[in-house]
């Protein structure tokens, strides 16, 4: 079960909804619309920014355009931070994507329309390794639409590749994320009587998508990646107009209920928006709205961690008569270091928490360093996020490169530290030498991410 920490942002007389969230330059920003209701013409874009990790929040823009303007969208190319929606006119029902963006986080460009977009809806635009992609969407006579797939070298001027699906059951919002390996998984609202969403796969170039139909009434749709566990969440209608923020994990194509966050009952609340630590990809912050507190419906923040999936594979080394200092990256076919097996987590020490690398025994009182490797395959990863938990100093190598030092005092704590690495694709090498802290050192906790470099 993710621990989850949740704040309320807004609190006042007006309608907020429609939620997106992004890290950019190591802040994390919530856009939301704020209107007088549901549907209006006072709608307008807010975008909040925490630089202390969503403690405190400070509103840096206010953007519309011509009409309503609806549905913020946040996402970044690593330069820019873009602010997504789109305008309705009412009394034309006419619809005209756009967009502002940022390069500090503060000075925001005009609304802009985007070229190429013709009557279509943007729903969270997405950039990826030099390109921008979205699954926009647009309404068709006869109770039709088309969900259709966009590219875009530039975020702005849009170009139409091809139909992703259109019928009589009318999909409109999607939401993807991207695997390491470039493929996508996207799920895909529909607006027909049974509410049942698709889910959609992709490989690069993306010109075929697999369709699977979840069994499961959810709308206002968003869908993230933890490790390569997929997960969505949205509108999830209990019964009848009832309705909650649901969470689900995919396993083997079949929604599973995880957790609900505080909302409903009524219908207008969800459209989460997913903002993933630069550096740890299972720390996940998701912005809501819902109307069960306060006259209007208001934002929220998830602070979310997902379960961490630690390294195994581990040995360790009898304690080395020597200094830190001395410490050189141990070669683990030595006999000389007397490598045993380490077994991590063990029920019978309850102080010692999931993916901890128990030495104390070995240990047992004595000063001087222990050493602990494992060979580690991380596939096609470039890039990853090492972290780091110790009672005592430490220096860390990745195949052969010191990467790390650091001190440390007891208990060991998990995610104490963190360092940015690279990898070579295939297997790896960790190792890590710990000072015993005068003999009073037990272990380590090591995990990685792999960073999503574009």
């Not at 194509?253 to 219908?267: M, N």
């Not at 819902?290 to 390294?311: R, W, Y």
């Not at 009898?318 to 007397?338: G, T």
Request: net charge negative; glycine share 10%.
């Amino acid at each position: 079960m993710p621990r989850i920490t949740l704040r309320q942002l807004t609190n006042d007389s007006n309608h907020n909804a429609f939620t997106g969230a992004c890290f950019f330059k190591g802040a994390l920003y919530v856009g939301f619309r704020q209107g007088d209701a549901h549907v209006c013409d006072q709608g307008r874009l807010i975008v909040l920014r925490s630089r202390d990790g969503g403690e405190h929040f400070d509103i840096v823009a206010v953007v519309r355009g011509q009409y309503d303007t609806r549905d913020a969208h946040l996402y970044s190319d690593g330069k820019r931070l873009f602010l997504n929606g789109f305008e309705y006119d009412y009394a034309g029902k006419q619809i005209y994507a756009g967009c502002a963006w940022t390069e500090d986080g503060l000075h925001w460009s005009q609304w802009t329309r985007y070229a190429g977009a013709e009557g279509h809806v943007f729903w969270r635009p997405r950039f990826f390794r030099g390109t921008y992609y979205c699954a926009a969407y647009i309404e068709r006579a006869n109770d039709n639409s088309e969900a259709n797939w966009f590219e875009s070298k530039d975020g702005l001027s849009w170009r139409k590749v091809r139909c992703l699906h259109s019928g009589s059951d009318m999909p409109n919002e999607c939401c993807m994320d991207f695997h390491l390996d470039g493929s996508i998984t996207m799920i895909m609202r529909r607006e027909h009587a049974s509410r049942k969403p698709l889910l959609l796969r992709s490989r690069p170039p993306y010109e075929t998508w697999s369709k699977t139909e979840l069994d499961l009434p959810l709308l206002g749709p968003a869908l993230w990646l933890v490790g390569d566990d997929v997960w969505i969440s949205g509108r999830w209608f209990v019964g009848g107009a009832c309705a909650h923020v649901g969470v689900f994990k995919i396993e083997n194509d079949k929604p599973v209920l995880q957790f609900v966050l505080p909302s409903g009952p009524d219908w207008d609340l969800s459209y989460t928006g997913v903002a993933r630590d630069p550096d740890d990809a299972r720390h996940i912050w998701l912005s809501y709205y819902s109307g069960h507190v306060g006259p209007k419906t208001n934002i929220f923040l998830a602070d979310v961690h997902f379960e961490a999936a630690m390294i195994g594979g581990w040995k360790y080394s009898a304690v080395r008569a020597i200094e830190l200092a001395e410490a050189r990256c141990p070669d683990p076919s030595d006999p000389k270091f007397e490598w045993k097996e380490i077994a991590g987590f063990d029920p019978a020490y309850p102080t010692n928490e999931r993916g901890f690398l128990d030495a104390h025994e070995r240990i047992a009182g004595q000063s001087g360093v222990v050493y602990f490797v494992t060979d580690l395959d991380v596939g096609p990863c470039d890039q990853a996020t090492l972290f780091l938990g110790y009672d005592g100093p430490v220096l860390v190598w990745v195949n052969g490169e010191r990467v790390f030092a650091g001190v440390g005092t007891n208990p060991a704590v998990p995610d104490k530290s963190r360092v940015r690495v690279r990898f070579r694709h295939g297997v790896n090498r960790i190792a890590v030498a710990l000072d015993t802290n005068g003999g009073k050192a037990w272990g380590i906790f090591v995990r990685y991410e792999p960073v999503l470099a574009d």
